[in-house]
């Protein structure tokens, strides 16, 4: 079986696991795993920030972020498609109170003079805007990355109108690969970031939430508030710093096979390989008799697997348990079912 619904799929390596079995641990919520901690502090220094706090999922640390940036009732600006506003179950409303505006679906694409034009003051009766949040690498996007340009533009709307940024950076490690963009400098231009290590990293699980100390020591509260406060976590800290070591630079191999991927598939008018940036392959089958459930139904019978996302788009992600063997048989499946739709 070939899967390429999703980089959180990977399964952990031996060596990660025998890094996971042999990890110093305490109890973090009494802030006494060692293993926690070392990763806390080598994320925040990554991304230039003062501290880090480790969260089992990428949701929650989104979710715990947003709440840093936007107080209840306030209002975060982002695209319609991205994964805050569509993939979290409207959690923002329902956990922190925060009201959100959307500009049109453009994924890395962004318009900042649309963006600023969106901001609103404080003063009744309205809204005011508190912060902006955008994701990189883009998932609906289909793995695109947004300039660095763009978001120095961004960053300089935001002290203007002094409001928060925040950067869903689940993917973030991608537009390091893609674009050689150093992570410090990323970190430079957001008050608060997300990321994973579960997504293309390869680690089972967790994310980090990234900023200033006092954000940090909000977050803690946060956490806990929210169910997160885990006890000897350090054994799930010792994969993610195990991936961060070895699985970041090796990212070039998905790019690369993801590209290989669009070029294959070209042919049948479904994606177009100068977009494809990182390992996410959008499939766009609206020119096709298919829609993606049926595409993800037939390669299944196959032995591919791929996620339907929305009616007429599927996507392909490659990652590390997807090898050059793998990628071919998936190139044979879904060339033979494209070419009689």
Not at 274 to 285: F, K, S
Request: hydrophobic content about 45%.
């Amino acid at each position: 079986m070939v899967d390429l619904r999703s980089d959180t799929v990977t399964r952990p390596s031996a060596a990660m696991r025998r890094a996971m079995a042999t990890a110093e641990v305490g109890d973090d919520v009494f802030g006494d795993d060692p293993t926690v901690n070392a990763l806390e502090k080598h994320v925040a220094a990554l991304f230039g920030h003062e501290a880090a706090l480790f969260a089992p999922s990428g949701s929650m640390a989104n979710q715990i972020a947003l709440q840093l940036v936007t107080p209840r009732a306030g209002e975060l600006l982002a695209g319609a498609d991205a994964h805050v506003v569509t993939y979290e179950l409207g959690a923002g409303a329902a956990l922190g109170g925060i009201s959100t505006r959307t500009w049109g679906s453009v994924g890395a694409n962004l318009d900042v003079d649309l963006i600023e034009a969106m901001i609103r003051p404080a003063g009744y009766p309205s809204v005011p805007t508190r912060a902006i949040a955008v994701e990189q690498t883009h998932n609906l996007g289909g793995g695109g990355v947004i300039p660095l340009a763009t978001l120095q533009a961004l960053r300089e709307i935001s002290d203007k109108y002094e409001i928060s940024l925040h950067c869903d950076g689940a993917r973030i490690w991608h537009a390091h690969v893609a674009d050689g963009v150093p992570l410090a400098s990323y970190g430079a231009l957001f008050d608060t970031l997300s990321v994973c290590l579960s997504k293309g990293l390869g680690a089972p699980v967790g994310s980090l939430i990234v900023g200033s100390a006092a954000k940090i020591a909000e977050a803690r509260v946060l956490r806990k508030r929210l169910g997160g406060g885990m006890r000897q976590v350090g054994i799930l800290a010792a994969a993610g710093q195990y991936a961060l070591d070895h699985h970041i630079t090796r990212l070039a191999e998905d790019h690369a096979r993801a590209g290989r991927l669009a070029e294959a598939l070209e042919q049948y008018g479904v994606v177009d390989p100068d977009q494809i940036r990182t390992n996410l392959v959008p499939l766009d089958l609206s020119k096709t008799s298919l829609t993606a459930p049926v595409l993800a139904a037939k390669a299944a019978e196959q032995g591919v697997l791929l996620a339907p996302m929305l009616p007429h788009l599927a996507r392909l992600v490659t990652h590390l348990d997807v090898d050059d063997e793998g990628l071919d048989q998936a190139i044979t499946v879904l060339s033979g079912i494209l070419a009689n739709a």
